[in-house]
């Protein structure tokens, strides 16, 4: 007698995120073990089928994919309770036909781009050291929490005591991820890390 797998039925909610124009889809699957953030169109059709898909409904305006969620930033001009219903639908269906996500190399792809915008480059003497110690606190403290609300943060870059920041995700362009930035991030960096002045956002 064959075995039949019978593969577990795709679960899917959602999560409010602190901005009210983004919403978290978590579903019960890995969909990609990292962070995927599609801000307009021609990225998406190039990377990611399902970010891609996405965009052709009308009210979505940003897609960000990490690890079992997709936040999706909608335009201003819908209501969530108009559409909430179609994008939940839309993405059970489309992770239940076991349909591409992203890419094969888009990893690879963005780790290029990011050496090439000057975010790999070395840092010598107490700064590179610095920069450890900022990576590290961003990596175990801020990211957990930001990627709760459906969002990332990402380090651009340190110069002159000044920590260079990136927002993805619902963190990008949400009311409150400026006070976010400033009251807890930046305070808990100048707490640890004597040598930081400020935290600065910079739009990715």
Do not use: H
């Not at 059709?45 to 940003?62: I, N, R």
């Amino acid at each position: 007698m064959e075995n039949v797998v019978t593969k577990s039925p795709i679960l899917i909610y959602t999560e409010q995120t602190p901005n009210p124009e983004s919403l978290k889809f978590v579903t019960n699957r890995m969909l990609y073990r990292g962070t995927a953030d599609f801000r307009e169109e021609e990225m998406a059709k190039e990377w990611s089928p399902l970010a891609a898909e996405l965009f052709q409904l009308p009210f979505v305006k940003s897609v960000y994919i990490c690890n079992n969620f997709v936040t999706v930033t909608k335009e201003i001009n819908y209501e969530w309770s108009d559409i909430m219903l179609k994008l939940k639908d839309f993405i059970k269906t489309y992770v239940d036909q076991g349909k591409e996500i992203l890419k094969d190399g888009f990893a690879e792809a963005m780790e290029k781009m990011e050496a090439e915008r000057g975010a790999g480059y070395q840092y010598s003497g107490d700064d590179a050291e610095t920069v450890k110690k900022i990576k590290d606190l961003i990596d175990t403290y801020i990211k957990p929490a930001v990627e709760m609300d459906g969002g990332n943060i990402e380090l651009k870059k340190y110069e002159d005591g000044i920590v260079y920041v990136t927002m993805q995700g619902s963190c990008s362009g949400c009311p409150s991820s400026t006070v976010t930035l400033k009251a807890g991030i930046e305070g808990m960096l100048k707490r640890m890390i004597p040598e930081v002045k400020e935290v600065v956002q910079e739009m990715g």
